[in-house]
């Protein structure tokens, strides 16, 4: 797939090994790193098979979250400008989507 960020600094976060532990903690900080292979290694999010997967809407957008440990959970949208080419009734059709853009690691609710 194709990865984005949504933002230099979530970018520089994930690609900053030492910032990322000091935030998140050491756990967080190498299972995200394996959550990141995994989607750049991926056709789609569907062939991530890991981080207990989950679909859920935020602010009427339909994302997708990985969890990292007990703690964290990685959120990811859809990345397609065409975003309504993989529109179905209920929701996306994830298996089409080969872009997607990492928007934020939260703590799990």
């Given at each position: 797939?194709?990865?984005?960020?949504?933002?230099?600094n979530?970018?520089?976060?994930?690609?900053d090994e030492?910032?990322?532990?000091?935030i998140?903690?050491e756990?967080?900080?190498?299972?995200l790193?394996?959550?990141?292979?995994?989607?750049?290694?991926?056709?789609?999010?569907l062939?991530?098979?890991?981080?207990n997967?989950?679909?859920?809407?935020?602010?009427?957008?339909?994302?997708?979250?990985?969890?990292l440990?007990?703690?964290?959970?990685?959120?990811?949208?859809?990345n397609?400008?065409?975003?309504?080419?993989?529109?179905?009734?209920?929701g996306?059709?994830?298996?089409?989507?080969?872009?997607?853009?990492?928007?934020?690691i939260n703590k799990?609710?």
């Amino acid at each position: 797939m194709i990865v984005a960020f949504k933002d230099r600094n979530l970018r520089d976060l994930c690609e900053d090994e030492g910032k990322c532990i000091l935030i998140y903690g050491e756990e967080a900080t190498i299972q995200l790193q394996n959550r990141l292979l995994d989607l750049f290694a991926a056709e789609s999010i569907l062939d991530v098979l890991v981080g207990n997967l989950k679909e859920i809407r935020l602010n009427d957008l339909i994302c997708f979250q990985l969890e990292l440990n007990e703690n964290y959970v990685l959120e990811l949208v859809p990345n397609h400008t065409d975003l309504e080419d993989f529109n179905l009734e209920n929701g996306i059709d994830w298996s089409a989507i080969t872009r997607i853009k990492i928007t934020s690691i939260n703590k799990k609710i």
